[in-house]
């Protein structure tokens, strides 16, 4: 157990050291609450007027009406936790097909600065959850944002780090805490994310956006780096479609357009662009 997390003493994130990191890839404005609605809306606002550099980023010490996707909530203890939002502002000629995959290269993102910083074996649940051993750690919830100066994207990303089990609202729910059984520097993985989702984006932006390009190190595409983090390819999963009808198949590829392609028992193959996807329990009791 983490000796400081049922006192009240988290430690709180280290500013100076979060704007050096940013300013080392060239990134915006930080601007970190001690606590707020929703770092998704404060971003929101804040790039309403187009003058809001790319790549600004807002935190937050404690989120206390997290957005999750189709009105669901995301529920966080103060400083228990991360929740970060980031400003993409696309250049000219960058792909519109490219920005939903905004989304997944955070999430890709969090998942290597998580293996990286923890040793735990993360992985990308299609389309957005960040999970290990079955459990939910993280999860990400992009917004289109019209702002003067043209069309651009807000990515907030949430990470449970320090929580105990009682701190956790659903049972799916893990904290890098649990996971590890010791505490993890929240200000050492949030500097880890921004530089991850700052080279990862440079190398996409390069390409204007073109998920299918070798741009990033070994000729890899962006297609093809998220798809190396998606731990649903080759399980068995329910996708539970928004029409409320539920496609059971084998989760065969990562499509072109960051779609979920999936198989089903009669050997036909489906397109699926938005669902909530439920891993099925194997044989051998684990689930990915
Ligand atoms: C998500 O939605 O997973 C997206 C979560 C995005 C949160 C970030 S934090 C920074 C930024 N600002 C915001 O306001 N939001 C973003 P979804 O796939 O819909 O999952 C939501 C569901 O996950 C809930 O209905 C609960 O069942 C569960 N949940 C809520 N809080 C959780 C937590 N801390 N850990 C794991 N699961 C949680």
Same mark, same amino acid.
């Given at each position: 157990?983490?000796?400081?997390?049922?006192?009240?003493?988290?430690?709180?994130?280290?500013?100076?050291?979060?704007?050096?990191?940013?300013?080392?890839?060239?990134?915006?404005?930080?601007?970190?609450?001690?606590?707020?609605?929703?770092? =998704?809306?404060?971003?929101?606002?804040?790039?309403? *007027?187009?003058?809001?550099?790319? +790549?600004?980023?807002?935190?937050?010490?404690? @989120?206390? /009406?997290?957005?999750?996707?189709?009105? &669901?909530?995301?529920?966080?203890?103060?400083?228990?936790?991360?929740?970060?939002?980031?400003?993409?502002?696309?250049?000219?000629?960058?792909?519109? %097909? #490219?920005?939903?995959?905004?989304?997944?290269?955070?999430?890709?993102?969090?998942? @290597?600065?998580? &293996?990286?910083?923890?040793?735990? %074996?993360?992985?990308?649940?299609?389309?957005?959850?960040?999970?290990?051993?079955?459990?939910? +750690?993280?999860?990400?919830? !992009?917004?289109?944002?019209?702002?003067?100066?043209?069309? !651009?994207?807000?990515?907030?990303? #949430?990470? =449970?780090? *320090?929580?105990?089990? %009682?701190?956790?609202?659903?049972?799916? !729910?893990?904290?890098?805490?649990?996971?590890?059984?010791?505490?993890? *520097?929240?200000?050492?993985?949030?500097?880890?994310?921004?530089? &991850?989702?700052?080279?990862?984006?440079?190398?996409?932006?390069?390409?204007? #956006?073109?998920?299918?390009?070798? /741009?990033?190190?070994?000729?890899?595409?962006?297609?093809?780096?998220? $798809? /190396?983090?998606?731990?649903?390819?080759?399980?068995?999963?329910?996708?539970?479609?928004?029409?409320?009808?539920?496609?059971?198949?084998?989760?065969?590829?990562?499509? $072109? *357009?960051?779609?979920?392609?999936?198989?089903?028992?009669?050997? @036909? /193959?489906?397109?699926?662009?938005?669902?909530?996807?439920?891993?099925?329990?194997?044989?051998?009791?684990?689930?990915?």
């Amino acid at each position: 157990m983490n000796p400081d997390s049922a006192t009240g003493q988290r430690p709180p994130l280290d500013h100076a050291r979060l704007r050096q990191a940013m300013a080392s890839h060239g990134m915006g404005e930080l601007h970190i609450s001690q606590s707020t609605g929703s770092t =998704n809306d404060d971003l929101v606002e804040r790039a309403k *007027d187009g003058s809001l550099a790319h +790549l600004s980023v807002e935190s937050t010490e404690h @989120q206390m /009406a997290g957005h999750g996707r189709l009105g &669901r909530g995301w529920e966080t203890p103060a400083r228990s936790s991360l929740a970060i939002s980031i400003f993409f502002r696309p250049e000219p000629g960058f792909d519109p %097909a #490219g920005l939903p995959w905004l989304s997944m290269l955070c999430a890709t993102a969090m998942v @290597q600065t998580i &293996r990286e910083r923890t040793g735990l %074996a993360a992985g990308l649940k299609w389309p957005n959850d960040v999970v290990a051993e079955g459990f939910k +750690l993280g999860g990400v919830l !992009a917004q289109l944002v019209v702002t003067p100066s043209g069309p !651009a994207v807000v990515v907030g990303t #949430g990470l =449970n780090v *320090d929580q105990e089990r %009682a701190e956790l609202p659903v049972p799916t !729910a893990a904290s890098l805490q649990l996971l590890r059984g010791t505490g993890t *520097d929240r200000t050492e993985l949030m500097a880890g994310y921004l530089g &991850r989702v700052a080279e990862l984006h440079g190398s996409f932006a390069a390409v204007h #956006g073109r998920a299918q390009a070798p /741009a990033l190190a070994h000729g890899q595409s962006l297609r093809g780096t998220v $798809a /190396a983090s998606l731990v649903s390819l080759g399980h068995q999963v329910d996708a539970h479609l928004p029409d409320g009808s539920v496609l059971r198949g084998t989760a065969e590829e990562l499509g $072109a *357009d960051g779609a979920l392609i999936l198989r089903d028992g009669r050997g @036909q /193959a489906h397109h699926v662009l938005a669902a909530d996807v439920f891993h099925l329990r194997r044989s051998d009791g684990s689930y990915a």
